[in-house]
């Protein structure tokens, strides 16, 4: 019953932006830590950011402080990665989770998953 849905991903040149989005359903954004992850061809799945079920506290992996933003829309029940000064090295499949504990979804011991969307950056 509960899913995370994806949206926003594509082709763009390095500098650019983009901001995906991450569609709730069957459970509501403020009873879940709410994050994303990306995961590179060959690479394991890395951190990005998560924002709290209170929407208080954030925080971001060292690669992306400062260029991506996490953000939600609670009439909304979704969860945004605006994500600014694209590089070559953010080519990823970005995934939505969703975390009982703001600690277990930082460490990806995630309740739920999206699909991912893929982001691609041109240089």
């Known amino acids: 019953q509960v899913q995370l849905v994806e949206a926003g991903g594509g082709l763009v040149q390095a500098g650019g932006s983009l901001r995906l989005s991450c569609a709730a359903s069957g459970v509501t954004v403020m009873t879940y830590h709410m994050g994303w992850f990306r995961q590179a061809p060959g690479k394991e799945r890395e951190f990005v950011a998560v924002?709290?079920?209170?929407?208080?506290?954030?925080d971001s992996a060292d690669s992306v402080k400062g260029r991506f933003t996490i953000s939600r829309d609670i009439s909304k029940n979704t969860v945004y990665l605006q994500m600014n000064s694209l590089k070559a090295e953010d080519t990823a499949v970005y995934y939505c989770?969703?975390?009982?504990?703001?600690?277990?979804?930082?460490?990806?011991?995630?309740?739920?998953w999206g699909q991912g969307t893929q982001v691609t950056v041109s240089s």
């Open positions: 989770a969703a975390a009982k504990a703001y600690t277990d979804l930082k460490y990806g011991s995630c309740d739920y």
């Open positions: 924002i709290n079920r209170s929407g208080r506290t954030t």
